[in-house]
């Protein structure tokens, strides 16, 4: 039998020493009894197209943030509290429920709320490229960054319950780690390219003017990539069934899932503890205490997006074949193997190394998360988890910059890695045990 994309499938074995595992099952064959073969592979290559796009744009916006900051004489806190802007989202997370369940397909939701969420990017690339025209002061513009990423996590609340929905909607439990993988792979190739093109643009452009093309060139391959959200073949969600916005009822049945629970206090342990850390404050210690030049920005992309290319695709099948549960618990130790060349080397190759094995960690983060996080709810409770699960992220998200930040500005980054990487060996005991709970067998997640 093939799979997804035409080719031979692969046979998910499961141990017949465990009781809650049954017979081996491959892809196909477990998305038959809810939607067909075909429309899966349609759905994964409109989705798988759709994210790479996107992942292809956003590595402008992630290689720019660190240099403008910096060239902006942003602290440690300041840069965190740009970072914790996520918590405004908190508005579009309380009002989504109430918008998600008027739309049985979530597909055109999915796209008018990405324009809003996209169109703050598109005004910071105006006014860094028009800065100097226009005689905007260095200080002007790191208070319109400010007030651009306040906009820009503002709106960003309305965006992700309708697209966990959507995906949820798209691709089933079996196919969803090698999704993630298939579609960091493709959008980590697109990604090399851009961060190339944005090297040069840093190299030869004069700041802060070639920030602001960066950040056009992010505007316009994101927002045009979820155009093809438009043509998945979605199934419906039985909205009817779903309980009121906020009442008991939702609440209760998110509150009762005991398993989803664990999982999101795994998740908000990840994202306070490592987000910030690993995802950002890896370049800015380079670039202000390294003094390393903003171009080098595109090298340390590029090492982020080749180390995704090399491993998406295979972590991806190897969370389908050994099962999220099993894979989550070793990620802290990745996240902490991650801080170790900083703390040992203390120069650019500790930096370039421990970014390609950030890269990893959120490799294997974003494929078990999505896993779980799509898989645990019943469809008619989607709105109601999804909306726990945004709600927690986007604290966790808000809280882990600012300590991070705070901690490196009152004692040293030194001591913050050391942190992180002392949480990350505390860590996997305590999340293989409360991940001891979660089912191995795909047909306990919907």
């Excluded at 429920?97 to 979530?106: D, E, L, S, V």
């Excluded at 850390?277 to 992309?301: D, E, H, N, Q, W």
């Excluded at 982020?304 to 618990?329: C, E, F, Y």
Aim: hydrophobic share 50%.
């Amino acid at each position: 039998m093939t799979d997804v994309f035409g080719k031979e499938s692969t046979t998910v074995v499961k141990p017949a020493a465990s009781s809650e595992i049954g017979q081996a099952v491959t892809c196909d064959e477990a998305i038959e009894q809810s939607m067909s073969p075909k429309d899966v592979r349609h759905n994964m290559k409109v989705n798988i197209l759709m994210d790479s796009i996107f992942t292809t744009g956003s590595a402008d916006m992630l290689l720019v943030a660190g240099p403008l900051y910096v060239y902006l004489n942003a602290s440690n806190t300041l840069i965190g509290a740009i970072w914790s802007a996520t918590i405004f989202g908190l508005v579009g997370i309380i009002l989504s429920p109430f918008i998600t369940r008027r739309f049985k397909y979530k597909k055109v939701l999915v796209f008018l709320t990405h324009v809003p969420y996209l169109a703050p990017i598109c005004a910071l690339g105006v006014a860094l490229v028009g800065s100097r025209s226009m005689g905007l002061s260095n200080e002007w513009l790191l208070s319109f960054v400010v007030a651009m990423m306040i906009a820009h996590w503002f709106f960003a609340g309305f965006v992700t319950i309708p697209h966990q929905e959507y995906v949820a909607a798209c691709i089933p439990m079996e196919c969803r780690g090698r999704f993630t993988g298939y579609s960091l792979t493709v959008g980590s190739l697109g990604a090399v390219g851009s961060s190339a093109i944005g090297g040069v643009i840093l190299r030869s452009l004069a700041r802060p003017m070639s920030f602001g093309y960066l950040y056009l060139m992010t505007w316009v391959l994101c927002q045009g990539g979820y155009v093809l959200a438009l043509f998945a073949r979605e199934r419906p969600t039985p909205v009817e069934k779903s309980p009121k916005p906020w009442s008991k009822a939702m609440l209760r049945a998110a509150w009762g899932d005991k398993r989803f629970m664990r999982l999101m206090l795994i998740y908000m342990l990840y994202t306070i503890a490592f987000g910030a850390a690993l995802m950002t404050f890896i370049s800015i210690y380079g670039f202000r205490v390294l003094k390393m030049p903003a171009y080098t920005a595109a090298t340390l992309s590029i090492v982020t997006q080749v180390t995704r290319i090399v491993a998406s695709s295979p972590m991806g099948i190897l969370i389908d074949r050994l099962r999220p549960k099993n894979v989550l618990p070793f990620l802290p130790l990745v996240a902490a193997l991650a801080v170790s060349p900083i703390l040992l080397l203390r120069n650019s190759w500790g930096v370039y190394i421990g970014t390609s094995i950030a890269a990893l960690y959120f490799v294997g983060v974003w494929s078990t998360f999505n896993c779980l996080v799509y898989g645990m709810p019943k469809p008619e409770d989607r709105a109601g988890h999804y909306t726990v699960q945004t709600l927690l992220g986007y604290t966790g998200n808000a809280i882990g910059p600012i300590l991070f930040g705070f901690t490196a500005d009152s004692l040293s980054y030194n001591a913050a890695f050391m942190i992180i990487a002392a949480l990350g060996i505390v860590f996997f005991p305590l999340v293989k045990r409360l991940a001891s709970t979660f089912s191995a067998d795909p047909r306990a997640y919907s």
